[in-house]
């Protein structure tokens, strides 16, 4: 079994999590606990997957301590593995998964896609910078004993 997982910020939980402080401090204290705890509990997670090649199932997740919220679902006949260059920008009609960089400069975010043959097209699985992308296909390539595609510069080629 593969597993990738990487750690997670999430703004809302500590949002809560400064709205439960602030309510303690005050003397409110069942909304301290009604704000506090979930926002302690889920503030800092991690969100991966994981790829069982034997019997070819995948699962999406976010961990929250020892909580995983995601399900098992099929790989139906995987072609290849790509990892793509995603261009960010500034500009507000693009859609933007990462921190946006300033009005004018321009940012590259490199993503894991597991391509299939099925009405899906592709699985997105990740994403991060270069090295660490390409790494992360050539070992799923290998497990699931498909190719890698590397898309991430202008010469496009099959790696594995």
């Not at 975010?109 to 990740?126: C, D």
Request: net charge positive; proline share 5%; aromatic share 14%.
């Amino acid at each position: 079994m593969y597993t990738y997982e990487k750690f997670n910020i999430r703004l809302f939980s500590w949002f809560l999590l400064l709205l439960g402080i602030i309510f303690t401090v005050s003397g409110m204290y069942t909304e301290a606990a009604l704000f506090g705890t979930p926002g302690a509990l889920t503030a800092i997670s991690f969100t991966g997957f994981n790829i069982d090649p034997q019997k070819m199932c995948i699962r999406k997740y976010d961990r929250f301590l020892w909580f995983y919220f995601g399900k098992w679902r099929p790989i139906h006949a995987p072609l290849y593995v790509t990892v793509v260059r995603v261009k960010l920008s500034g500009k507000r009609v693009t859609p933007m998964p990462l921190i946006i960089p300033e009005a004018g400069r321009a940012s590259r975010s490199y993503k894991i896609n597991l391509v299939v043959n099925t009405r899906e097209r592709f699985i997105p699985l990740t994403y991060g910078n270069r090295l660490t992308m390409l790494e992360e296909g050539l070992k799923i390539a290998k497990i699931l004993n498909i190719k890698l595609l590397d898309h991430t510069t202008s010469e496009k080629r099959w790696l594995a």
